[in-house]
């Protein structure tokens, strides 16, 4: 059975994005940093290493349930060129890992590792160079399994969470070791073979690397600067953002300034053959076969602004349909997104996590209702009341002034839209209830869910209203209040 999909829908990303909370602020929870030796790791092409070391952070520790099962454990999984380091800053683990945030490290043993030729893990510049073996995705996904079963004594992950080439990864993950996770959260990703310009625009890292007699096939004794400034020239289109690079530089000196300084930063941190390992990793990856198989449930987040992963191509929504248990969800452009690097900005996204992680709660045994819950229960009930009752003040008081509604159809309306509708009498209730209310508190970012049944009136006609819907609610200056509400109708046969 497809995990609820059309009755618990989720509301807009990124409205928690303007208005940061004293909790996204928070310090940064600490790490444990260690090294894990991988003994006679064979890779797929045959290719074999006596020792593959794997480095990897950790948050929290593991809690086991009676049966000895490590129950609370997240996979996070970063980028092409990335490490474990990129997630431990205030706008991740602050957003993420810190007191009362989603996934408190005092809640949740978090482990974050560096794939295989990355960060401080085993890698070509170590000294092998172009000896060393050419893994794919399917190695880098198999050490981290290693990892986590070998080194850290975890057998099972409540959440594998991962961007760009992570969000890739945990697709992997969910097809390879089926049952030992509960949920996948994709981030900038898609489900198949990396074809068109996709493919085209690694094709040309790669060829501007191997194209630059300085390279010497991976002998070099000087970075090949040449070949490796193409790349980077290349790298930084796949992630650019047009909205905000135009912010960062409004002028055309300031546009060259910027480049100037990127290319000169990062030449100073990347090394040829690693980064020429890191995208020929993809080459084989294709998951799409056997996405039916896939157990966990499935949040996928992309983003509108996406260069790498385009929503006009049309490749998620056919691929999403065919998992069992899969939420796609498409960000759109806003001031907060930043192209294909809003996968690493949660503050963009976390309420579509927080209403996820309520279902998966849900599914789960029933906790017994934290204050906070019932207090966010009170809340909807009263919010729904004055709507029944056009109450505008109330109404308003509930709230927030970046409120947005994504009807069924997929309309966007403000606060600002509802109340007019309501003042001028183009929309309205009659004999409106509430039943069926949840709530799921995750810091400073509330969900609710809820039915509500009676009579709608919109211009003029009345017609049956029977809903379900999701309402994410954000605690500002120790205050709760609504920012975003989506709702699907019930068949008429479904009371």
Known sequence: MRAVAALVVLAAGGLLGPSRTAAAQAAVPPATEGDSVLRGFRFRSGETLPELKIHYATLGKPQKDAAGVVRNAVLVLHGTGGSSRQFLTSGF????????????????????????????????????????????????????????????????????????????????????????????????????????????????????????????????????????????????????????????????????????????????????????????????????????????????????????NPPELGLMEPLVARVPHARYVLLPITPETRGHGTHSLPAVWKPYLAAFLSELAGAGAAAAPSPEAEELKALEQRLVAAIGARDLAAYDALVAADYVVIEAAGTLRTKADVMASYRSGDRGYRDLKIDEVKAHVFGDTAVVHARTTGTRILDGKEEPNRVRYVRVYARRNGRWQAVAQMSTPLPADQR
Request: hydrophobic share 45%; aromatic share 8%.
């Open 93 to 308: 683990a602050g957003e993420l890992f810190g007191a009362g945030q989603l996934l408190d490290a005092a809640r949740y043993f978090i482990v974050i590792p560096d794939g295989i030729g990355h960060g401080s893990s085993s890698k070509p510049s170590d000294g092998l160079r172009m000896r060393f073996p050419r893994y794919t995705y399917d190695d880098m996904v198999a050490a981290q399994h290693r990892l986590l079963t070998e080194g850290l004594g975890v057998d099972h992950l409540a959440l594998v969470m991962g961007t760009s080439m992570g969000g890739m990864h945990a697709w992997v993950w969910g097809e390879t070791y089926p049952d030992f996770m509960d949920a996948l959260v994709p981030l900038a990703s898609v489900p198949t073979a990396i074809a068109g310009r996709n493919r085209m625009m690694r094709t040309m890292i790669m060829g501007a690397i191997r194209g630059d007699p300085a390279w010497k096939g991976g002998d070099y004794t000087e970075p090949p600067k040449q070949g490796l400034t193409a790349a980077l020239d290349i790298l930084l289109m796949m992630g650019s953002s047009p909205l905000q690079w135009h912010k960062a530089a409004p002028t055309r000196d300031a546009a060259d300034a910027w480049l100037a300084d990127q290319i000169t930063r990062r030449l100073g941190t990347t090394d040829a053959n690693d980064m020429l390992y890191a995208f020929d990793a993809s080459r084989d990856y294709d998951p799409s076969p056997q996405l039916e198989n896939i157990r966990a449930r499935v949040l996928a987040i992309n983003s509108a602004d996406d260069v790498v």
